[in-house]
């Protein structure tokens, strides 16, 4: 008897403590970008640098186009550029519907129009691969794909309105920690968690200020207690923590602040202005596309003819759709306009009277730094920082994208990418600890096994009893 107990102890003893597969945390931190974090005081990005010590760090990251937050949901959860992935700015309109889209948050944005043909986001792709998924106010992780959707309790539903939503991310920590502990035994747990307040901060207060200065610290430190956190229950071994931005800010200039309006002699032409700042849809009626752009074109109030050097970026760059540049993979994305203005970074363009969403008493008009500009100008690019037993330790890479990450993610899960996507694997390959090749689609072998052996010491025990 006492032979039985041994043994059921062993093997009970042996199978609790081995984890089915890795583990999976990624906090994305809205508007960290890299220059933010070159220019961090030291004692702010403790964490962080822990953080790469221990694992590893990249140059920085290339958002997709636009610089905005949803486009770059989009290309993480699905490795797709824009044009692929059909989220084509925070704000759209469908001019045949009259739908608008307002980042998630505006009464018609959940209309199968927006959904339609979506990919196949991460969590679904793990979810259906048998991964336990846990999200917290992470895109639109909530919402239903085809026959699966993660229960997410609706205070965690991401909710760009909602200033204060993230405010109690450390709270969340020892769930997170018990939950791994308790659970990957049976299943590879993961963790897509979002951070607001660096993103808030930076739009609200401006560069430099105290808030975003308090708000980056605060980060750091959540980062530090949740690596302690990690470490003190061992939890390294099975978990890697990924910690990300979307994209950076730029602080507006007051000075370079141009209205539509001073450009358009007939206001009638323009139908909708769609986005604001940086980037902006404008869509006519087809036969007045020519004027509209050539008025942009010629405007005198942001592109001045005197003195003008040909060497200076000018203020507005007026495209017509068929001549955006092909490298930002945006122009053949949905919900297009006609005429696109793309301004200098820190130039904004707005409209007063115009019909325009978001509308001018959004208080995204009033921030004080912006995104959206093209994904090269250093002040929109994004961090990247991880570490767990995928990654190498203490090594530094050169710059990745963000489409990049969704295949290294999956990878991480053992699990294939569940379409075509725009990734490139030697930009990630070299970060990654060896055995990569091996990981492999995870069958559920494992926890078979642990069930065989259970079976088995139930016919022991009849056995002996
Ligand atoms: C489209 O919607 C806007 C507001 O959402 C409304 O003011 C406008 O009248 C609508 N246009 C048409 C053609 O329905
Ligand atoms: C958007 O949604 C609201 C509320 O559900 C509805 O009243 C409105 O008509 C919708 N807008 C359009 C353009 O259909
Ligand atoms: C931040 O600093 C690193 C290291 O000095 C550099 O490689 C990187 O290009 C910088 N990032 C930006 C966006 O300036
Ligand atoms: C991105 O991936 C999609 C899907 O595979 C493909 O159709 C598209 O051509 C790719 N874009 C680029 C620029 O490679």
Same mark, same amino acid.
């Given at each position: ?101 307002? +980042? &998630? ?7 199968? %129009?927006?959904? !339609?043909?979506?990919?196949? #986001? *991460? ?109 003190? +229950? &061992? ?7 990924? %910690?990300?931005? !979307?994209?950076?800010?730029? #602080? *507006? ?213």
């Amino acid at each position: 008897m006492n032979l039985v107990l041994i043994l059921l102890g062993l093997v009970l003893g042996s199978a609790a403590r081995d984890p089915i597969g890795q583990n999976l945390i990624v906090i994305l931190a809205d508007g960290y970008g890299a220059t933010l974090l070159n220019n961090t005081k030291p004692d702010a990005t403790f964490g962080i640098r822990h953080l790469a010590t221990n694992g590893v760090q990249v140059d920085y990251v290339t958002p997709s186009f636009p610089t905005h937050t949803w486009p770059q949901w989009m290309s993480l959860s699905t490795g797709l550029y824009t044009e692929n992935h059909g989220f084509t700015a925070d704000y759209m309109w469908d001019r045949k519907t009259n739908f608008t889209f307002e +980042r &998630g948050t505006g009464p018609n944005d959940t209309e199968d %129009v927006w959904w !339609d043909d979506a990919k196949a #986001p *991460l969590w679904y792709t793990a979810g259906k691969a048998g991964v336990d998924v846990h999200c917290y106010w992470f895109a639109h992780c909530h919402r239903a794909f085809y026959d699966m959707v993660v229960q997410v309790p609706e205070k965690r539903w991401a909710n760009l309105d909602d200033q204060h939503q993230t405010d109690n991310l450390r709270d969340i920590f020892p769930e997170i920690a018990n939950r791994i502990s308790k659970y990957q035994v049976y299943k590879q747990q993961m963790f897509l968690i979002r951070y607001a307040n660096i993103g808030n901060a930076q739009k609200e207060h401006g560069p430099e200020s105290d808030e975003v200065e308090q708000e980056v610290a605060r980060f750091d430190l959540y980062i530090n207690e949740l690596q302690q956190l990690l470490e003190d +229950r &061992g939890l390294f071994s099975s978990t890697n923590l990924v %910690v990300m931005s !979307d994209h950076g800010y730029t #602080p *507006l200039q007051k000075e370079e602040q141009f209205f539509m309006e001073q450009c358009l002699p007939d206001y009638s032409l323009v139908k909708k202005v769609v986005n604001s700042h940086s980037m902006i849809m404008v869509f006519t009626n087809p036969e007045d596309e020519g004027t509209v752009h050539y008025e942009f074109s010629v405007c005198e109030v942001w592109s001045p003819m005197g003195d003008y050097d040909e060497n200076d970026t000018p203020f507005v760059k007026t495209y017509r759709m068929s001549e955006l540049p092909d490298d930002l993979h945006w122009k053949n994305s949905r919900f297009m306009s006609g005429v696109v203005l793309i301004t200098k970074p820190g130039t904004s363009v707005v409209t007063k009277e115009l019909p325009t969403v978001p509308h001018s008493g959004d208080p995204t008009i009033d921030a004080k730094q912006a995104s959206g500009w093209e994904p090269y100008h250093d002040d929109m690019k994004g961090i990247f920082v991880a570490r767990g037993p995928a990654f190498r330790e203490n090594e530094r890479f050169g710059p990745i994208e963000i489409v990049d990450v969704y295949q290294m993610l999956l990878n991480i899960l053992s699990i294939e990418p569940a379409h075509p996507h725009n990734g490139t694997w030697t930009n990630v390959e070299n970060m990654l600890s060896e055995g990569w090749e091996n990981r492999g689609p995870v069958d559920s072998s494992a926890f078979r096994s642990s069930g065989t052996l259970l079976c088995s010491i139930f016919v022991l025990l009849h056995f002996f009893f």
